[in-house]
C-alpha cells in the first residue's frame, strides 16, 4: 500500500515555464509535508515544506498549495530555470518522524 | 551535507557476504534513519533510531540490522547480502519527529 502518490513520474518544461508536481496521501495522520530537491550524485535537500495548518506557503520561485479535504499537496515552480533539473521528492510523516516518500518526478528545464 | 559522513562511498559485495555501512553525524541530532533509493521506488526508510540504543523498523528493513551505541553513528548491516538489495543507501538526520531530515552523501552499493 502506497501512503503517498507521486504524479508525474518526469516532466518538461521549457525556462520560463511553470513546473506543477503533484502528490497525494492516505494517511490522515501526516501533519508536516515537504519537498525534497535532489541533484545526481547528491543526497535530497529540503526545499520547501508545510503543515496542514495553512493552504500555501511560498518560497521564492517554489510554493506548496495544500488541500487538507482532498489529501493533495502539490509543488509549484515559477519562471523555471535549467538549474532546477532534478529530481524533486514529496513527503509525508507524523510526529512519530517516519517520513514516506513519493516515488519521485524527473524535471528537466530546457532553455 | 550537514555534518553527515557516509562509508564506504561505494562497494562491491558478493552473495551471501556480510555488509555494514556506517553513517556519522556531528551535529548531535538525536534521530537518525537509513533509506534505500532504488529507480522508480523513491526513498524507502529501513530501519530508523530515535536514541542511543532506541530504534525501530521502517517499511523494508527484512535482511536488516542496525545498531547505534553512540549518538553520533548508526550501523546498517545486511548479515548476508543479496542481489536485491543493490541500491544507493541514503542515511539522514534530524533534531526530532517531525523536523527537517539532512541526508548524507550515499552510498552505492552493489552485491553481485
Known amino acids: 500500500q502506497q501512503q503517498v502518490k507521486q504524479s508525474p513520474q518526469s516532466l518538461i518544461v521549457q525556462k520560463g515555464g511553470i513546473s506543477i508536481i503533484n502528490c497525494a496521501y492516505e494517511n490522515t495522520a501526516f501533519d508536516y509535508f515537504p519537498w525534497y530537491q535532489q541533484f545526481p550524485g547528491k543526497g535530497p535537500a529540503l526545499l520547501i515544506a508545510i503543515r496542514p495548518d495553512v493552504s500555501e506557503k511560498k518560497e521564492g520561485r517554489f510554493t506548496i498549495s495544500f488541500n487538507k479535504s482532498a489529501k493533495q499537496f502539490s509543488l509549484h515552480i515559477m519562471d523555471s530555470q535549467p538549474g532546477d533539473s532534478a529530481t524533486y521528492f514529496c513527503a509525508a510523516s507524523r510526529n512519530a518522524g517516519k517520513s514516506t516518500f513519493g516515488d519521485g518526478t524527473t524535471l528537466t528545464v530546457k532553455p | 551535507d550537514a555534518g553527515i559522513t557516509q562509508s564506504p562511498r561505494h562497494k562491491v559485495t558478493e552473495t551471501g557476504t556480510p555488509v555494514t555501512l556506517r553513517c556519522h553525524q556531528t551535529?548531535?541530532?538525536?534521530?537518525m534513519y537509513w533509506y534505500r533509493q532504488d529507480p522508480g521506488h523513491g526513498l524507502r526508510l529501513i530501519h530508523y533510531s530515535y536514541g542511543v540504543k532506541d530504534t525501530d523498523k521502517g517499511e523494508v528493513s527484512d535482511g536488516y540490522s542496525v545498531s547505534r551505541s553512540k549518538t553520533e553513528d548508526f550501523l546498517l548491516t545486511l548479515e548476508s547480502a543479496t542481489s536485491s538489495q543493490t541500491s544507493v543507501y541514503f542515511c539522514?538526520?534530524?533534531?526530532?519527529?517531525?523536523?527537517?531530515?539532512?541526508f548524507g552523501p550515499g552510498t552505492r552499493l552493489t552485491v553481485l
Open positions: 539522514a538526520i534530524s533534531g526530532g519527529p517531525g523536523d527537517e531530515q539532512f
Open positions: 551535529e548531535n541530532h538525536r534521530y
